[in-house]
T-cell receptor, first 114, second 113 residues
Framework: GENVEQHPSTLSVQEGDSAVIKCTYS??????FPWYKQELGKRPQLIID?????GEKKDQRIAVTLNKTAKHFSLHITETQPEDSAVYFC?????????????FGKGTHLIIQP | GAGVSQSPSNKVTEKGKDVELRCDPI?????LYWYRQSLGQGLEFLIY????????KSGLPSDRFSAERTGGSVSTLTIQRTQQEDSAVYLC???????????FGQGTRLTVV
């Protein structure tokens, strides 16, 4: 099965600065890499995803990059705002044994300092 | 409903009792996932259903945990002889295919006392 490592576990940045969260995956067959944001007490929600046929995707202040050779992908948030404070999870989809699924990293608690 | 629905939202049970947690996925979604999230922790994969395929049970922590999905829709996660370490939020998610967005339910907060 797939194994996803996520770093850092906690990230504190000044409002307006950029934040970068990194993930690595183990299964080269993985081809779908979503990022979820979970605000305190709420359910995780998708904020951006990338598929293995592209190297970068942007949506306003957030972007995700993928390096298939190195098997790592990163979330970039620019011009951070207080509402960006949350736990962010990366995930990867793996194939194996006829069963497919979504494996999550352990999450990064992003703190935006005013 | 428009989203994934889980019930109950909260459950307090005595150690040793059995509990059933229910998940109603979005209509038409073939993939259904169960995850466990302990306080301040990440999303621990439990089980995955995809259409009529045999479920991937590789994440179930012990034989006290089981899950079924009837008619390819509603799923029930059963925990037998609950232990205090089972206390967590149990999240269900569904997606239309493996390669698209997984939508999460609001979770069931299980407390074993």
């Amino acid at each position: 099965g797939e194994n996803v490592e996520q770093h850092p576990s906690t990230l504190s940045v000044q409002e307006g600065d950029s934040a970068v969260i990194k993930c690595t995956y183990s299964d080269s067959a993985s081809n779908y890499f979503p990022w979820y944001k979970q605000e305190l007490g709420k359910r995780p929600q998708l904020i951006i995803d990338i598929r293995s046929n592209v190297g970068e995707k942007k949506d306003q202040r957030i972007a995700v990059t993928l390096n298939k050779t190195a098997k790592h992908f990163s979330l970039h948030i620019t011009e951070t705002q207080p509402e960006d404070s949350a736990v962010y999870f990366c995930a990867a989809r793996w194939e194996g044994g006829g069963a497919d699924g979504l494996t999550f990293g352990k999450g990064t608690h992003l703190i935006i300092q005013p | 409903g428009a989203g994934v629905s889980q019930s109950p939202s909260n459950k307090v049970t005595e150690k040793g009792k059995d509990v059933e947690l229910r998940c109603d996925p979005i209509s038409g979604h073939t993939a259904l996932y169960w995850y466990r999230q302990s306080l301040g922790q990440g999303l621990e994969f439990l089980i995955y259903f995809q259409g009529n395929s045999a479920p991937d049970k590789s994440g179930l922590p012990s034989d006290r945990f089981s899950a079924e999905r009837t008619g390819g829709s509603v799923s029930t996660l059963t925990i037998q002889r609950t232990q205090q370490e089972d206390s967590a939020v149990y999240l269900c998610a569904s997606s239309s295919t493996e390669n698209t967005e997984a939508f999460f339910g609001q979770g069931t907060r299980l407390t074993v006392v």
